[in-house]
T-cell receptor, first 113, second 114 residues
Framework: ETGVTQSPTHLIKTRGQQVTLRCSSQ?????VSWYQQALGQGPQFIFQ???????GRGNFPPRFSGLQFPNYSSELNVNALELDDSALYLC????????????FGPGTRLTVT | AQSVTQLGSHVSVSEGALVLLRCNYS??????LFWYVQYPNQGLQLLLK??????LVKGINGFEAEFKKSETSFHLTKPSAHMSDAAEYFC????????????FGGGTRLMVKP
């Protein structure tokens, strides 16, 4: 069984640019959640996708957007990058809407300069 | 609303000593509780979970946690620390009125001294 994978591993962007992060869910999982983990803090929920529809959103501005594809992989897009967007971005997948156990990928480390 | 508080951002123990990492939660409805471990430059690995079955939950790597509703706590313990246990530990909560949104505590860094 393949676990959750994320790409790229590391990314450096300049303030004002746009970035796309990618996540492949674990086999058999149709729900993907994205979290932002700033240095020295716990992860914070950005949003969740279930069967290609957004299924909940945390306290993040609209410049954070996402997609889920028919194969349940997902993208996180961030526009107009700010220095505070520098963080580890974690993707987690789960089996269905009512399954609370989430499996995390290794994350993408985004640095905004 | 749901929230998690982890007491102690850093905990240091000697190898072979008891590990106790504290977690208190706040929730207006019955919670599901989790402990995750994060090694440097890696994602989160699920250690154990409480989902309203047995209040004493056993996880991987010899860890266990006890759900105490009266104390709103879900502390993580391990009888004997190993050097490989050095990592960041996160307590998290989900409630069924918050979808699948995990709310995490601030984390506790466990250091194990030889």
């Amino acid at each position: 069984e393949t676990g959750v994978t994320q790409s790229p591993t590391h990314l450096i962007k300049t303030r004002g640019q746009q970035v796309t992060l990618r996540c492949s869910s674990q086999s058999g999982h149709n729900t993907v959640s994205w979290y932002q983990q700033a240095l020295g803090q716990g992860p914070q929920f950005i949003f969740q996708y279930y069967r290609e529809e957004e299924n909940g959103r945390g306290n993040f501005p609209p410049r954070f957007s996402g997609l889920q594809f028919p194969n349940y992989s997902s993208e996180l897009n961030v526009n107009a990058l700010e220095l505070d967007d520098s963080a580890l971005y974690l993707c987690a997948s789960s089996r269905g809407q009512d399954t609370y156990e989430q499996y995390f990928g290794p994350g993408t480390r985004l640095t905004v300069t | 609303a749901q929230s998690v508080t982890q007491l102690g951002s850093h905990v240091s123990v000697s190898e072979g000593a008891l590990v106790l990492l504290r977690c208190n939660y706040s929730s207006s409805v019955p919670p599901y509780l989790f402990w995750y471990v994060q090694y440097p430059n890696q994602g989160l690995q699920l250690l154990l979970k409480y989902t309203s079955a047995a209040t004493l939950v056993k996880g991987i790597n010899g860890f266990e946690a006890e759900f105490k509703k009266s104390e709103t706590s879900f502390h993580l313990t391990k009888p004997s620390a190993h050097m490989s246990d050095a990592a960041e530990y996160f307590c998290a909560v989900i409630t069924n009125n918050a979808g699948n949104m995990l709310t995490f505590g601030g984390g506790t860094r466990l250091m194990v001294k030889p």
